[in-house]
């Protein structure tokens, strides 16, 4: 399934021996300038081999290494599956490329762990949500951004409500299965009465549209399981209303895209969709930079990049908000950087990591959005605890 869970992440940021390679790369989608698409990788995989074979690795080992990057630029299967976003990640023994909804830039990254930043903000509401077009004939799943929609393959999702019924009562569903396909896409038919304003249906009828519903909700919730992205439902308005009751997925929202979504683009519905999810988006985020503020002052959020650091470790963090941007390495004694040296990680990339695998929030800031022009902002779950040698009185928020 092409869906990156909290689990792969976790699972990617175990530290493993030996060298370990990201690289994240802008992708065209369209038009002439694909061809930069392969272009751009052929460049960072040489600048990672250049770095590897300077830093005293063995050009055998190194040549082995990569091997799988490089099969990746003439095959052509590959290239037309792609998103805007494409990450390669490679260590001894370990190759995985995960495409993402989001504008990736161009970034190399080699370290003795994998550097999981870019990936890390598709777990933020602001960045990813999840789009469910919705009809008796047909379900469709997305992953989508403010930009783009791409289709996943859901394991155990229905096909439409005539095949996801056919084992519980075969010949009513044959019966189901001979009416007018009016009778399963929100028009009157001869099976039930329906109306796109969900006016009447029967009773029998419902029951059945809510077990389809529930056997979707089964599949989503799998699917996404511990994601915190909105889900938008497209249908029309009675079987969305069905759908809401059948739901147990925590992020389902209760506006939607009103309409039968069959035959229209995916593209199509996920613009719509991001009319309904961008402005509670933006209320939320709102809400949490003016809750930091009020609790930075009582010593129960902070926006100083070590303290920050440190509470994700411990899992004190209940919200992280974050603007992206450009590594802060780490240095001696926890000080901060421009320029990477050897054994430096990402700080910025630790606290995300850590938030996410202690199930903390992420989300999203514009540039300059964040107090101060700080680069992460962390509301705690509760504040570090004080030294018995330490006067409170003393300490300061930040």
Same mark, same amino acid.
């Not at 979707?216 to 759908?243: E, F, G, K, M």
């Not at 004694?333 to 996410?356: F, M, R």
């Given at each position: ?61 190194? &040549?082995?290494?990569?091997?799988? *990057? ?77 930009? &783009? ?66 056997? $979707? ?30 739901? &147990? ?47 930075? *002052? ?52 630790? *606290? ?9 929030? $992420? ?10 022009? *700080? ?24």
């Amino acid at each position: 399934m092409d869906v990156l869970s909290l689990e792969d992440l976790e699972s990617l940021a175990q530290e493993h021996e030996g060298t370990h390679v990201s690289i994240y790369l802008p992708v065209e989608v369209a038009g002439r300038e694909t061809r930069q698409n392969t272009i751009r990788l052929k460049n960072l995989l040489r600048q990672a081999e250049s770095i590897l074979t300077d830093g005293g690795m063995r050009s055998t080992e190194v &040549s082995g290494l990569f091997e799988p *990057a490089w099969q990746l630029e003439d095959d052509s299967d590959f290239w037309q599956d792609r998103e805007q976003g494409l990450a390669l990640l490679l260590s001894p023994g370990f190759f995985r490329t995960i495409w993402m909804p989001l504008q990736f830039d161009e970034r190399l990254v080699v370290s003795n762990r994998f550097h999981l930043r870019p990936l890390i903000e598709a777990f933020s509401e602001d960045t990813t949500f999840y789009l469910l077009a919705l009809s008796m004939n047909d379900v469709r799943f997305y992953r989508c951004s403010r930009f &783009s929609a791409k289709e996943l393959k859901v394991k155990d999702m229905p096909q439409n409500l005539a095949t996801s019924l056919w084992a519980d009562d075969p010949e009513r569903q044959s019966q189901f299965h001979n009416q007018p396909a009016g009778a399963a896409s929100g028009k009157q038919g001869t099976f039930g009465v329906f109306h796109g304003s969900g006016d009447i249906i029967e009773d029998e009828t419902k029951d059945r549209v809510l077990r389809y519903c529930q056997q $979707i909700n089964h599949a989503v919730t799998q699917a996404l399981a511990r994601s915190r992205a909105p889900l938008v439902v497209a249908s029309v308005d009675y079987v969305r209303a069905i759908y809401r009751e059948a739901n &147990s997925f925590r992020n389902l929202l209760h506006e939607g895209v009103n309409g039968n979504p069959e035959n229209v683009p995916g593209e199509e519905l996920a613009q719509r969709a991001w009319d309904v999810v961008a402005p509670q988006l933006a209320d939320q985020r709102r809400d949490l930079i003016e809750r930091f503020e009020t609790l930075a *002052a009582h010593g129960q959020a902070t926006s100083r990049l070590s303290e920050v650091v440190t509470a994700a470790e411990e899992g004190r963090i209940h919200v992280l908000l974050q603007c992206p941007g450009p590594p802060v390495w780490s240095v001696e004694n926890l000080g901060t950087g421009d320029e990477q040296h050897s054994g430096d990680i990402d700080l910025v990339d630790e *606290a995300l990591v850590k938030t996410l695998v202690n199930d903390g929030e $992420i989300r999203t800031c514009e540039a300059g959005e964040l107090p101060d022009g *700080a680069v992460v902002a962390a509301i705690l779950r509760y504040p570090k605890p004080v030294a018995s040698s330490e006067d409170p009185g003393r300490r300061k928020a930040g």
